[in-house]
């Protein structure tokens, strides 16, 4: 469930990235264009198939976005967080959604039409600059993606996809390196293209070994180097 508000300058608009460099008056003038709204947990922002009707830049929580296969099968792509354009990136020049976007958290997410968003590609060159880039990078990940889920055994998948999550929504306590955001054994099974019997086997052997704690919704890593080591194939 989404309401409107009143525009704030959130720290998340003032610091996305794709928004780095430009003038006060430039930023004011960009987020002038976005209305915020707010999402309950496992709401929907997108939908696969729906007409592209809006994109959002997201300023509070952690969002997945999943897309289903033609057996039926969901996969998350991938896990998005503050400061993340959600919606534009695939849809320029298209007219649906190429995959859902579910909260895995309450969210705050701000609001923009298609239209408002060329018109600020348009003027402010740099915003484009960086969603090329942005562009690139996300192609990037994919091809490696694809890659490890076409050559690599599951356990190094697991192993990698903690690793790349631990750097992005990774908090450092005494404990250890915990995952913040609420992901399921299902949610991994997802991202790492295989099923909850293997991951929930996986991440019970490495409880034994002392490599993570797998809470419900919640992992803590407790030895990064050994996560690191059994991804990049390498003695433990």
Known sequence: MDQPGTLTLHPALVQAPIFAGLAQADLE???GRFRPRRFTRDAALLLEGDPAE??????????????????GVEVILH?????????ALPNLNEGTYPASAIALTEVVAYAVSPRDFDTILERHPSVAVYLLRFAASRL?????????LATER???????TLSRLAGQI???????????APLSRQDLAELTGTTLYSVSRTLKDWERRGILIAGRGQVTILNTHALVAIG????T
Request: aromatic share 4%; proline share 3%.
């Open 140 to 148: 990037r990940a994919s091809h490696a993606r694809l890659r490890e």
């Open 232 to 235: 990049e194939d390498l003695p």
């Open 54 to 71: 809006v994109y959002y830049l997201l300023a509070e929580g952690q969002v997945k976005v999943v897309q289903t296969s033609a057996e």
């Open 29 to 31: 003038a960009i987020t």
């Open 154 to 160: 599951v356990e190094r998948r697991i192993a990698r």
């Open 79 to 87: 896990l998005l967080g503050p400061g993340d354009l959600l919606g």
């Open 170 to 180: 990774g908090q450092r306590t005494e404990r250890g390196l915990i995952l913040n």
